[in-house]
């Protein structure tokens, strides 16, 4: 089963930016959507980022604007730029397959990459 591994997170002042890679190990070709998730300390894992494989995209209200979601399947890799960041951003974000625009998966999840976002 494909596998996937996230990088890119880091510590940021507000309004910087930060990319995010997903790197699959395997092809995402056959993943109609890809999305980017996030989990906040107490808060449950959510869908703020999708794309399809003919890149329709969609981003939840907190990312609109702000975030671009895009991938690449001849590299097997999902990326998530991230402008004008805000404290309330600051969460570990994973990539994974998003049937909807809610999220689901029939994959695993890989071990996130923390954003935080500071002065």
């Known amino acids: 089963q494909v596998q996937f591994v996230e990088s890119g997170g880091g510590l940021v002042q507000p309004g910087g930016s930060l990319r995010l890679s997903c790197a699959a190990s395997g092809s995402i070709f056959s993943i109609y959507s890809m999305g980017w998730y996030r989990q906040a300390p107490g808060k449950q894992r959510e869908l703020v980022a999708r794309i399809t494989n003919n890149g329709r995209t969609y981003y939840a209200d907190s990312a609109q604007g702000r975030f671009t979601i895009s991938r690449d399947n001849a590299k097997n890799t999902v990326y998530l730029q991230m402008n004008t960041l805000k404290a309330e951003d600051t969460a570990v974000y994973y990539c994974?397959?998003?049937?909807?625009?809610?999220?689901?998966?029939?994959?695993?999840w890989g071990p996130g990459t923390q954003v935080t976002i500071s002065t």
């Open positions: 994974n397959e998003a049937v909807t625009v809610v999220g689901g998966t029939s994959y695993s």
